[in-house]
């Protein structure tokens, strides 16, 4: 969550932005355009579509700077708004329809135990991660959540804001926004389980 100097500094630069200062937007474009691109980014997986999004969001602050009202963080504000941009240029695009969740979660038997025993790789992701090919696992799963999981599990997970935050920018309650993170974990931990389990198997084959 910001501090409370950097929230009094964000509503100092809304108030000169609206006052006419441009070099308070100026200011906001150096705060907030990398997140603004990376959360873009995040959601389409094209740096042109991140690169339009960003413009676009940076276009709508400008304009719209007298409709923020301070209910919220002024940040929270730009993230709904870049959240919104990001949602309209992929149904420009027509993205494919997500998978199912109740079709890729683990079963339960009746006793609410996993009825398939599946790795938990969540723990040693960390050598993992550094490479290209886990990385593009990875993303191609995280695309296959439904909507509503996907951008928590990006905002909470990806890009590191509290559920707090998670929580004002998508005006959920906190139990909400666990629900939809924890829904979205158990998803990516089965699509991934088969990649990690033959990776594990190599590993094992190498050693002598």
Known sequence: MPT?????????????????NLEAFDEIVNLFQKKIYSLGFNLTRNQMDAQDIAQDVLLTIYRK???????SAFSSWVYRITLNAAYMKLRSKKKEQFVSLDDAFPAF???????????????????????NETK????KAVDQLPEKEKVVFILRDVDGLSTEKVGEILELSIPAV????????????KKLSNYFDEFYAKK?????
Do not use: C, M
């Open 4 to 20: 409370s100097e950097e929230k009094a500094r964000e509503q100092q630069l809304v108030d000169e932005l609206k006052a006419g």
């Open 65 to 71: 700077i007298d409709t923020f009202q301070g209910k």
């Open 109 to 131: 038997n009746g006793s609410g135990y996993h009825q398939e025993k599946i790795r938990d790789w969540s723990e040693s992701t960390d050598s993992l991660l550094f490479s």
């Open 136 to 139: 593009d696992v990875i993303n």
């Open 178 to 189: 666990k629900s939809r993170l924890h829904r979205a974990r158990l998803f990516l931990r």
């Open 204 to 208: 094992e084959a190498k050693k002598p």
